[in-house]
């Protein structure tokens, strides 16, 4: 990440601010701390703060930034700032060896954090002693019908095949191998607008079910197999075209912070209200961000 990305989630300090809380609830003088995707360090600065002994913070991006700052606030004799990927990083002498593993590693929806919750779980088995605290232990995911036009992927698909189409009329080429590229990937500029709060802008959507329990990832206990599909009853008629997912992080029962994300129905459907649907969730789901509508009843 750049300074500036940096910069800008810290300014959505409503979302870091009850993590402080938190780590001054569970970090206390002695323990050792390791701070997983520490980022600029700040999860890393308030464990010092809370009284840890020594924080360990890891991750992929360049790390200068953050000892920067452990140095300008008089706390780098007692963090190691890192620059590895967490998925290979390792210290053999310090395995099971402390007392608080903080994991803000996650991507706000769940068909990308099925893999960072495999990460934490390795970690936590790598690294965290047998009392041991993981932050957050436990992350939720909620899904919601909607009727979304601007979010529409048969509308999109079309528009782009269009495109492709002209374009190859003017370059005399084919060009269906760039129209399967573009697809073959979700890419920034087709999911919605966020709010400066850094949450979705709803304000084109229309929700038609209300939050429907999809997954739950609980480090207290054994990890869960991911879910293959999903089950929405839809409360007022319209296009179900796309799913609103909410994530929430929480610790101890304390909600940390909520997200948002979307994925897309392959097959749109005039829902019904009172009617049950069923979402298949493969392969292209993950690959692509687009789930299929099998049955409703």
């Not at 997200?259 to 979402?279: C, D, F, M, Q």
Request: net charge negative; glycine share 6%.
């Amino acid at each position: 990440m750049t300074p500036y990305q940096h910069l800008n989630l810290l300014r959505h300090h409503e979302r870091a601010l009850p993590l402080r809380s938190m780590i001054r609830d569970t970090v206390h003088p002695g323990m050792k701390v390791l701070d997983a995707g520490c980022g600029v360090g700040l999860l890393a600065m308030w464990s010092i703060d809370a009284g840890a002994d020594r924080v360990v913070g890891v991750d992929v991006d360049d790390v200068s930034l953050a000892r920067r700052l452990a140095t300008e606030n008089g706390m780098a004799s007692r963090i190691d700032f890192i620059q590895a990927d967490l998925w290979n990083f390792d210290l053999p002498a310090e395995r099971n060896t402390f007392d608080a593993l903080l994991a803000m590693v996650y991507l706000n929806d769940p068909r990308r954090d099925e893999g960072q919750a495999k990460l934490v779980f390795a970690l936590k088995q790598k690294f965290l002693a047998a009392r041991g605290s993981v932050v957050p232990n436990c992350v939720r995911y909620y899904a919601r019908a909607c009727e979304w036009p601007q979010q529409d992927h048969k509308t999109r698909q079309a528009r782009l095949q269009a495109d492709v189409t002209d374009l190859e009329g003017r370059y005399a080429l084919k060009l269906q191998g760039l129209c399967a590229a573009v697809s073959a990937q979700p890419w920034a500029p087709q999911f919605p607008d966020r709010r400066p709060d850094g949450r979705l802008d709803l304000s084109q959507a229309r929700l038609l079910s209300d939050p429907e329990r999809f997954a739950e990832i609980d480090y207290t206990k054994d990890p869960a197999p991911c879910a293959s599909s999903l089950e929405i009853q839809a409360d007022v008629p319209g296009i179900f075209n796309t799913i609103v997912w909410t994530q929430e992080l929480w610790f101890e029962e304390r909600l940390i912070f909520s997200n948002e994300s979307v994925s897309w129905i392959v097959n749109p459907h005039l829902a019904r209200s009172g009617s049950k649907y069923t979402i298949r969730l493969d392969a292209a789901w993950r690959e692509r961000n687009l789930a299929t509508l099998v049955e409703g009843r």
